[in-house]
């Protein structure tokens, strides 16, 4: 039973792994509107609440800036991890950019 857990352990660091190149690729190679298209980016986002969950983790809740408070169609799933980042300079200090 160790042997498979640390070879699920290691096929699991492999595909999160794969899965960072590929969003960072993305990142560098598309616009944040074409992402955001494609449902994989959301943009001008603010926190409404923060809160800590099981075991820990951060639980944000988010709206959008624009569209009258509704988020665009996105592929954001609950458990997926995510970065958030500030937005450029000159913008609203409490929008923030949501990538999967």
């Excluded at 298209?37 to 926190?47: A, Q």
Aim: include cysteine.
């Amino acid at each position: 039973m160790e042997q498979f857990c640390r070879k699920q352990k290691e096929l699991l660091e492999i595909e999160n792994d794969s899965v960072m190149k590929e969003s960072e690729e993305l990142l560098s190679s598309v616009s944040l509107a074409e992402l955001q298209r494609r449902g994989i980016v959301l943009t001008k986002i603010r926190s409404t609440s923060m809160r800590t969950g099981l075991g820990g983790k951060s639980l944000v809740d988010f709206e959008a800036t624009e569209q009258g408070n509704v988020l665009p169609t996105h592929g954001f799933r609950t458990g997926d991890i995510v970065s958030v980042s500030a937005n450029k300079k000159g913008e609203s200090k409490d929008e923030v950019d949501f990538f999967i």
